[in-house]
């Protein structure tokens, strides 16, 4: 299979995890006889000092002409670098929203899973971490009160705000879709969650929910109000395989449920259309302040990678080929320093990547 490919290095650490991912994907290749073709484009903070603006038309298009987008992550010290003193618009996050605009990415999947080398890091009890847990988390991404009317105004000297939830069945349909596309290739059970107890937009997501349910019998759902679904991810994170929520309930379950991880280095992410395009990346950022030294951890970037092949080329073996690496690395005792402990075996981003690509 031909694996048309665009990356995006970025800023900080982006191009050293970049280069490991790709070293990985070049020996998943050469072992299953795939041809990869992959290029490079710039965006954020390296476009701003190539070309004045954080995301080019050429960036767009290229990234539109393949088949799915590895990127690192962009961005630099928000204190010190020169790229803060420009407008909003003008700076590198705008070029994340606005490539995410540009290919109408409306799901975003963040997987939370606990690798049991790692579960000293996790901030549960031990008898809750002990069961380990393997959740994704499904997010709409361009909809909702993120994206609804806003105003503030001011009435008899009284200021008051007002932003709107808006989702139309449409949009719900399109994330419930892909959530349960997504359980069929893991364990197959949607937690969609809601406050339908409160709100209309939570009563229609329900409901057409339920509707797209019809057509995937296979798949077990359940309905979650958002205040339990908080709490039971401290409790039993173990129950959920895939949770399916709007914008904003998925902006704060998602950063919640990586946070029980307690490993930032370590957690991937996929933005994805209504194609089998993606856009792939860590979920941590730029990192500014190891850049360069070679103490990255390359192993969310390598992660995302999996699920580019998994979710755009439909190569679950593979897939499977370059998770299972991570897990085997991590069994043999080698650790990048975010990751460290007593005795382990202290490695760079580069042999890192290295003994990744030696165990495809
Ligand atoms: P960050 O995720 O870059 O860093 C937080 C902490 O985690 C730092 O101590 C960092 O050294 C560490 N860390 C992060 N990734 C690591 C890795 N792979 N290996 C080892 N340690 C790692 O968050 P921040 O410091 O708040 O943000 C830095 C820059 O990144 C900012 O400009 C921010 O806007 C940007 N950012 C970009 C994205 C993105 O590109 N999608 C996401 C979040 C933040």
Same mark, same amino acid.
């Not at 992959?38 to 960036?59: F, Q, R």
């Not at 929520?245 to 704060?252: H, L, R, W």
């Not at 897939?319 to 382990?344: F, H, P, W």
């Given at each position: ?25 070049e ?14 484009? $710039? ?11 954080? $995301? ?5 298009a290229?990234?539109?002409a ?27 996050e ?11 990415l ?62 139309d ?22 937690s ?87 856009l ?80 495809i």
């Open positions: 299979m031909e694996l048309h490919i665009v990356c995006i290095p970025g800023d900080g650490i982006g191009p050293e995890i970049v280069a490991e991912a790709k070293k990985v994907l020996k998943v290749a050469e072992k299953y006889g795939h041809k990869l073709d992959m290029k490079d484009v $710039l965006m954020g903070g390296a476009s701003i000092d190539a070309y004045g603006v954080p $995301l080019t038309d050429e960036t767009v290229a990234a539109k393949a088949d799915a987008v590895l990127m690192g992550s962009i961005g630099g010290d928000p204190n010190t670098s020169p790229w803060y003193q420009l407008p909003p618009d003008r700076r590198p705008a070029g994340l929203l606005g490539i995410r605009k540009a290919l109408n409306f799901a975003n999947l963040r997987p939370a899973y606990l690798y049991p080398e790692l579960a000293a890091a996790c901030p549960l009890k031990e008898e809750i971490s002990r069961a380990g847990f393997d959740m994704l988390i499904m997010r709409e991404l361009t909809g909702g009160l993120y994206f609804g009317e806003r105003r503030t105004v001011t009435e008899n000297g009284v200021r008051r705000a007002v932003d709107t939830l808006t989702y069945e449409n949009e719900i349909r399109r994330i419930a879709v892909k959530g349960f596309e997504i359980a069929r290739k893991r364990r197959g059970k949607v969609s969650v809601d406050k339908a107890n409160v709100l209309d937009s939570s009563r229609l997501w329900r409901a057409v929910v339920n509707e797209v349910a019809k057509d995937y019998p296979d798949v077990k759902l359940e309905h979650v109000l958002v205040d339990n679904c908080a709490m039971q991810l401290v409790k039993d994170p173990a129950q959920f395989d895939v949770i399916l929520t709007e914008n904003m309930f998925g902006d704060i379950l998602s950063d919640e449920a990586s946070m029980v991880t307690g490993s930032i280095g370590m957690l991937s992410s996929a933005s994805l259309n209504d194609t089998k395009f993606g792939y990346e860590p979920s941590h950022g730029s990192a500014p302040d190891i850049a360069g030294k070679d103490a990255a951890n390359p192993i969310a970037t390598v992660l995302s990678a999996a699920m580019m092949l998994r979710y755009s080329f439909d190569l679950d073996a593979e897939a499977d080929a370059v998770e299972e690496a991570v897990r085997q690395v991590l069994k043999d005792g080698y650790r990048t320093g975010d990751i460290m402990s007593k005795g382990c075996t202290l490695v760079g981003c580069r042999q890192m990547g290295d003994l990744l690509a030696e165990r």
